[in-house]
């Protein structure tokens, strides 16, 4: 959904395809709850085709990632849609294009118009580990905060992220019958630090 900067110094530009596969699946019974697994293993843009493997870090509904890309309070005639601030999934707020992100009273990273270069932040409460010392730089987060973590809006748990073993498969449960994720909704996928990437 946004350009992705490279550590190299190149980047894989907005529109790449993340291509995956149901590994399986099965319905909520006799107290059992629904679960589905994939993976998503392939990254596709330009002419070329990469292989990937990701882990899961959060999940938004479609009326999150719609909250996320309206404005918190409209434009008036005379200011740019780009100028406006929005409220990330997960707390942080983006100021305008070109703008500071902030995190509380800090400012974590750059709002960009189609979404916000941030770097990585643990979330050990919801699941997701610190990668202090690793992963520092400024990460394509599109419509995320640098801690979101987990699930927005959607009634399914990510039991397994895919960042352990096995690595690259995730899985989400619902104990309400099934597992609904709509068009529209956001993911954010990482790249497991086992990928040569």
Same mark, same amino acid.
């Given at each position: 959904?946004? &350009?992705?900067?490279? %550590? ?5 530009? %907005?529109?790449?395809?993340? *291509?995956?596969?149901? =590994?399986?699946?099965? $319905?909520?019974? +006799?107290?059992?709850? %629904? ?10 843009? !330009?002419?070329? #085709?990469?292989?990937? +493997?990701?882990?899961?870090? $959060?999940? $938004? #509904?479609?009326?999150?990632?719609? @909250? ?6 409209? /434009? &008036?005639? @005379? /200011? ?17 294009? @070109? ?23 643990? +979330? ?8 202090? @010392? ?5 990460? %394509? ?5 640098? &801690?979101?973590?987990?699930?927005? !809006? =959607?009634?399914?748990? *990510?039991?397994? #992220? ?8 995730? /899985?989400?449960?619902?104990? +309400?019958?099934? =597992?609904? =994720?709509?068009? !529209? ?8 630090? &086992?990928?040569?990437?």
């Amino acid at each position: 959904m946004q &350009d992705v900067p490279l %550590a190299s110094g190149k980047k894989i530009s %907005a529109g790449a395809k993340v *291509i995956g596969q149901v =590994i399986s699946a099965s $319905a909520a019974r +006799n107290g059992q709850a %629904a679960e589905t697994t994939l993976r998503f293993n392939k990254l596709e843009f !330009g002419h070329q #085709s990469v292989s990937v +493997n990701t882990s899961l870090r $959060a999940l $938004a #509904s479609m009326m999150e990632v719609e @909250g996320a890309q309206v404005p918190a309070a409209g /434009t &008036d005639r @005379g /200011t740019p849609w780009a100028w406006t601030t929005r409220n990330l999934i997960g707390g942080e707020v983006a100021y305008g294009q @070109g703008g500071p992100v902030v995190h509380g009273g800090d400012i974590v990273g750059e709002s960009l118009f189609s979404g916000v270069l941030v770097p990585p932040m643990a +979330n050990p409460d919801s699941g997701c580990p610190s990668d202090a @010392g690793r992963n520092t730089r400024l990460q %394509a987060f599109w419509l995320f905060a640098s &801690d979101a973590c987990g699930v927005y !809006g =959607i009634d399914v748990r *990510i039991t397994h #992220s895919g960042r352990t073993p096995p690595l690259g498969e995730i /899985t989400l449960t619902s104990g +309400n019958g099934k =597992i609904e =994720i709509r068009s !529209g909704s956001g993911m954010l996928l990482t790249v497991n630090s &086992d990928n040569p990437q």
